[in-house]
């Protein structure tokens, strides 16, 4: 997969490609160093706060957590939603009238392990019977990733696997050698964004370095989309005063008087355990 260059990638028709057909598009250098850096700061804060909390970060495996925030904690959330490369994927995949559903971030941490091949979700009727994707991922790195730092490998083409009469997310052991045969491994670098459908087959790998890899997501759905069911966006009315009128138009939210805690409902009970790496 090759990167589209932040500067323009906005083709319709590669966006749709790529994403109907791998199941990963990405944009080379959409953000600057100095903005991630301030992403990577408030991804830091935040997870310390998470951790002090009874499940406020959601174990994915061996020192490998998801934690789920509100969006006027992060500095730089309108920029990301108002990226013009973010809402050309959007507009192209999920149509005019998207929802910004779900706003959060991983981190797999020194000693992570592979995660076994999953999806995120079980695939929907509109994608296994209607060919149709009807939500994406959206992740920003923060750090430069390595070999050694545990980077994510998807399975192109995937997103379109039915696995009926297995697990609807997690494929039976015996499909493992399909996946390895397609895998391809993700180096992205810092001010790099990639747009997926969750539907593809992936994992995280092996954390075999020194230092963490975060890494934020922005969960996207079509109209029928129902992934905002799994999540709680909550903003303030200050803030939802203060947003852009196009992304008020966007973001499927409880509007509330004070930031509540996040009840995260996006467990995912086959993450836990980590498989060790060869």
Same mark, same amino acid.
């Given at each position: 997969? %090759?990167?589209? %260059?932040?500067?323009?990638g906005?083709?319709?028709?590669?966006?749709m490609? +790529?994403?109907? +057909?791998?199941?990963?598009?990405?944009?080379?250098?959409?953000?600057?160093?100095?903005?991630?850096?301030?992403l /990577?700061?408030?991804?830091?804060?935040?997870?310390?706060?998470?951790?002090?909390?009874? +499940?406020?970060?959601l174990?994915?495996?061996?020192?490998?957590?998801?934690?789920?925030?509100?969006?006027?904690r992060?500095?730089?959330?309108?920029?990301?939603?108002?990226?013009?490369?973010?809402?050309?994927?959007?507009?192209?995949?999920?149509?005019?009238?998207?929802?910004?559903?779900?706003?959060?971030?991983?981190?797999?941490?020194?000693?992570?392990?592979?995660?076994?091949?999953?999806?995120?979700?079980?695939?929907?009727?509109?994608?296994?019977?209607?060919?149709?994707?009807?939500?994406?991922?959206?992740?920003?790195?923060?750090?430069?990733?390595?070999?050694?730092?545990g !980077?994510?490998?998807?399975? !192109?083409?995937?997103?379109?696997?039915?696995?009926?009469?297995? %697990?609807?997310?997690?494929?039976? !052991?015996?499909?493992?050698?399909?996946?390895?045969?397609?895998?391809? #491994?993700k180096?992205?670098?810092?001010?790099?964004?990639?747009? #997926?459908?969750?539907?593809?087959?992936?994992?995280?790998?092996?954390?075999?370095?020194?230092?963490?890899? !975060?890494?934020?997501?922005?969960?996207?759905?079509?109209? %029928?989309?129902?992934?905002? *069911? /799994?999540?709680?966006?909550?903003?303030?009315?200050?803030?939802?005063?203060?947003?852009?009128? *196009?992304? #008020?138009?966007?973001?499927?939210?409880?509007?509330?008087?004070?930031?509540?805690?996040?009840?995260?409902?996006?467990?995912?009970?086959?993450?836990?355990?980590?498989?060790?790496?060869?």
């Amino acid at each position: 997969m %090759d990167m589209q %260059d932040g500067r323009g990638g906005m083709d319709e028709a590669a966006i749709m490609g +790529g994403l109907y +057909g791998d199941g990963i598009v990405a944009c080379k250098g959409a953000f600057a160093a100095p903005w991630v850096a301030r992403l /990577k700061q408030d991804i830091e804060t935040l997870f310390a706060e998470a951790q002090r909390r009874p +499940g406020g970060a959601l174990e994915r495996g061996p020192c490998r957590y998801y934690v789920e925030v509100h969006p006027e904690r992060l500095s730089g959330f309108v920029d990301i939603v108002t990226h013009p490369w973010v809402t050309a994927v959007c507009r192209s995949v999920l149509g005019a009238d998207y929802k910004i559903v779900e706003a959060g971030f991983d981190i797999p941490f020194p000693g992570a392990m592979h995660q076994p091949w999953h999806r995120d979700f079980a695939a929907p009727p509109e994608t296994l019977a209607g060919r149709r994707l009807n939500s994406l991922a959206f992740n920003i790195t923060t750090v430069d990733v390595t070999e050694e730092i545990g !980077p994510f490998e998807i399975a !192109p083409g995937t997103q379109w696997d039915d696995l009926a009469g297995g %697990d609807p997310m997690f494929p039976a !052991p015996a499909l493992y050698p399909r996946y390895e045969a397609r895998a391809q #491994r993700k180096l992205p670098q810092v001010g790099d964004i990639s747009a #997926r459908s969750a539907l593809a087959i992936h994992r995280g790998t092996a954390n075999r370095s020194s230092q963490s890899r !975060p890494v934020f997501v922005l969960g996207v759905d079509a109209p %029928d989309g129902r992934n905002a *069911e /799994k999540h709680d966006l909550q903003v303030t009315q200050g803030y939802w005063d203060g947003l852009p009128d *196009e992304v #008020r138009r966007h973001l499927r939210c409880r509007i509330v008087p004070e930031l509540e805690t996040i009840e995260q409902a996006h467990a995912i009970e086959g993450l836990r355990m980590g498989i060790a790496a060869p």
